[in-house]
């Protein structure tokens, strides 16, 4: 297949990319680099840059070949910085994507793989979460993922325009070799925050010690990347067969509290650190765990990497690479 990845030069996506080249697929890769790197583009896919919410660019980038997919990553993916900046996000992760999959709607694109968040749900009030758990997200990045969301819904009635929403838990880890991985800036994961302080031999900050969990520090359901790739892959075969707005949640249904994080970083990395205590984070729930049921059950999907310490050890194998 042709397939259009936007956000292609960041952090999941470029992973998606490289999986999908393996597997035979021509790969265009639309990003801003605004928060992605071109260094992060696999050198066999097409590389367009520019700004979905440009109107001459997306219409350049559709009007050569059609594509056969699109898998849409591109947009902030910030609680924190959401609840500074509402504006920012919804422009973004929404005007920007309505604008694209108007773009597709245009080219009688039918198949689109959404990168959403378990962000949708807010705090739960039933844990593990279902996918048809009420929807009442805590920050404006929440609610930009539920808003696309509803639009591909409406997409797909009024258009035909088939989708699968992935609703990520939390993405971590790198190329098990350390070849690939996480890189952001601002960095607001706990994993690639908590390694950087062991290599950079200084204090981590952690925020909210009062949460309503065992050790009072947030709960979250890591799923690693390469099993998120593979979630995606599925994701496209579904659409290769069924019509619909699909949405499925991508975890691994057990959860980690921060300290147990925490301690599985010293334990990868043989050594101590300092943990400074801060207040919360705004928009940040107690406890973020998955019910896989539905994708476990529906897409076969079965996460074979996202164990803890796998996860970590990845993680720190990348960031070590990358001191040298």
């Not at 109107?55 to 059609?66: A, E, R, V």
């Not at 706990?190 to 925020?207: E, S």
Request: a negative charge; hydrophobic letters at 35%.
């Amino acid at each position: 297949m042709k397939i259009l990845v936007t956000g292609g030069a960041g952090y999941i996506g470029s992973f998606m990319v490289k999986r999908l080249l393996d597997d035979g697929h021509s790969v265009t890769v639309a990003d801003s680099l605004e928060r992605g790197y071109e260094k992060a583009v696999d050198k066999r896919a097409t590389f367009a840059k520019g700004d979905l919410n440009d109107g001459s660019f997306i219409t350049s980038l559709f009007s050569g070949d059609t594509f056969d997919a699109i898998i849409h990553f591109a947009g902030y993916i910030s609680v924190g910085e959401s609840m500074k900046d509402a504006y920012m996000y919804f422009n973004n992760n929404v005007s920007s994507s309505l604008h694209l999959i108007e773009e597709a709607r245009k080219h009688n694109i039918k198949k689109i793989v959404f990168s959403s968040s378990a962000a949708v749900y807010g705090s739960p009030v039933k844990v593990p979460i279902p996918e048809d758990h009420q929807k009442d997200p805590e920050s404006p990045y929440g609610e930009s993922k539920l808003m696309f969301e509803t639009i591909l819904k409406w997409y797909q009635r009024v258009y035909q325009l088939n989708s699968v929403s992935l609703r990520y838990f939390n993405a971590c880890g790198a190329a098990l070799d350390g070849s690939m991985g996480e890189l952001h800036d601002p960095e607001t994961h706990i994993i690639p925050n908590a390694i950087k302080a062991v290599l950079g031999n200084r204090p981590f900050t952690l925020y909210g010690s009062d949460y309503k969990t065992p050790d009072g520090t947030c709960v979250r359901d890591y799923i690693h990347v390469l099993d998120l790739v593979e979630a995606h892959v599925l994701a496209l075969s579904k659409l290769e067969k069924d019509t619909g707005a699909f949405a499925y949640n991508v975890g691994t249904g057990k959860g980690f509290s921060n300290k147990e994080v925490l301690e599985m970083v010293k334990k990868v990395s043989g050594k101590e650190f300092d943990v400074t205590m801060a207040e919360r984070r705004p928009g940040d729930a107690d406890t973020l765990v998955a019910d896989s049921t539905k994708i476990t059950t529906e897409l076969q999907f079965s996460p074979k990497n996202s164990d803890l310490e796998t996860i970590v050890n990845s993680a720190w194998q990348w960031h070590t690479k990358q001191q040298k």
